[in-house]
């Protein structure tokens, strides 16, 4: 079996290393060659049996009382990430294929910031790639310096979704505007999660104004009346992206061409075994140093072609901050502001590899 090797390619430039590795987790303890548990408490590593494949899975668990190693507020958690010698070069090409499903205590409304699973590069605050699991949907997104992109999800429609987004990417960043969306998220959450009491405090008029079903006029003046530019349009599509955690990040601009393939959700991972496929390369081409081309990205799940992504991915390389081209680093876990519950990450047969021929094969569906 194949463990950590290292792979050499030529390139235009000259000679570009990554590192292969593969971790089918069948040993049912943590390899120290490949993953570094510096944000995980080891009683928080649990191997479920048997596995995607092998005979186990890694189960990473996080409780009510857990907090978290290295977080910067009241979060949980709970990480696995590669070690430095597996990083990549920042530019190459890297295949990342998994496994992972989720289960126990799974929020479908509620949740905020929950990231399990992402991919870090030089200079990044948040992960340039990340997959989260927000109000119960599973999604994608990529980062272009502080601004956020959805590429793709499990549930919903994905031409609405970068409709909204597109919408969102016409606004200014201030403070009138963060208000205004965070306002017209809560709205419309209250609204479809909890009936009840949209029923019973909100006058008929305002559900009526949100959603895709809106009249003009009435999505219109809830425009105004949060202090929203515009004819309204904002208002009724935001729905498509009312699931977002933080639904600031994605106000602004981002220089990110989504093409979704043939309209396919990502596979909901409570339901049983994903299998992840990521090509990843990543760029900018506003970078002081280093690689000044757009970066790439593909995504298939299941087998399936989910979504490529071109354009400026990651944080731009500033010559002030003179941060090593390493990178992205790969993590798997859990990452999230305080949830209650118990909740399972259960991760298996990682592959990392400078081609797609070079990733482990996996078994089939079981």
């Given at each position: ?364 569906a079981q």
């Amino acid at each position: 079996m194949r463990s950590i090797v290292l792979a050499v390619l030529t390139t235009f430039g000259g000679v570009a290393c990554t590192a292969s590795m593969d971790d089918h987790f069948d040993g049912s303890k943590v390899d120290a060659s490949k993953w570094t548990t510096q944000q995980v408490l080891s009683r928080q590593i649990e191997f479920t049996k048997p596995g995607r494949c092998g005979s186990a899975a890694i189960d990473i668990v996080t409780t009510d009382g857990d907090k978290g190693l290295e977080c910067e507020d009241d979060c949980q958690r709970a990480e696995l990430r590669t070690t430095k010698k597996i990083w990549p070069s920042y530019g190459d090409e890297v295949w990342f294929s998994f496994s992972f499903k989720i289960t126990g205590d799974v929020p479908s409304a509620g949740s905020a910031r929950s990231v399990i699973g992402q991919w870090k590069g030089p200079g990044d605050s948040s992960p340039m790639i990340a997959q989260r699991f927000d109000n119960g949907v599973f999604h994608i997104t990529v980062q272009d310096n502080n601004i956020r992109r959805v590429i793709a999800q499990a549930e919903g429609n994905p031409d609405a979704l970068l409709s909204a987004q597109s919408l969102l990417g016409k606004l200014e960043f201030n403070d009138r505007n963060v208000n205004a969306i965070k306002s017209l998220q809560s709205l419309d959450l209250i609204n479809r999660n909890s009936p009840e009491v949209s029923n019973r405090f909100f006058s008929q008029h305002l559900a009526q104004s949100m959603g895709p079903d809106a009249k003009n006029s009435d999505a219109k003046a809830l425009s105004q009346a949060l202090g929203l530019p515009g004819d309204g349009n904002l208002v009724s599509q935001f729905r498509a992206l009312a699931f977002v955690a933080e639904p600031e990040k994605y106000i602004g601009r981002a220089n990110i061409e989504i093409v979704p393939a043939s309209n396919r959700p990502l596979p909901d991972p409570r339901k049983g075994w994903v299998d992840m496929i990521y090509r990843v390369k990543p760029g900018r081409t506003d970078n002081q140093y280093g690689l000044r081309q757009p970066g790439e990205i593909d995504v298939w799940a299941n087998g399936q072609k989910i979504v490529s992504v071109r354009g400026n991915i990651g944080a731009t390389m500033q010559k002030k901050d003179n941060f090593p081209l390493v990178g992205p680093y790969f993590k798997f876990g859990t990452y999230r502001l305080r949830i209650p519950g118990t909740f399972h990450f259960e991760f298996d047969e990682f592959s990392q590899s400078p081609t797609r021929a070079g990733l482990a094969q996996l078994c089939a569906a079981q």
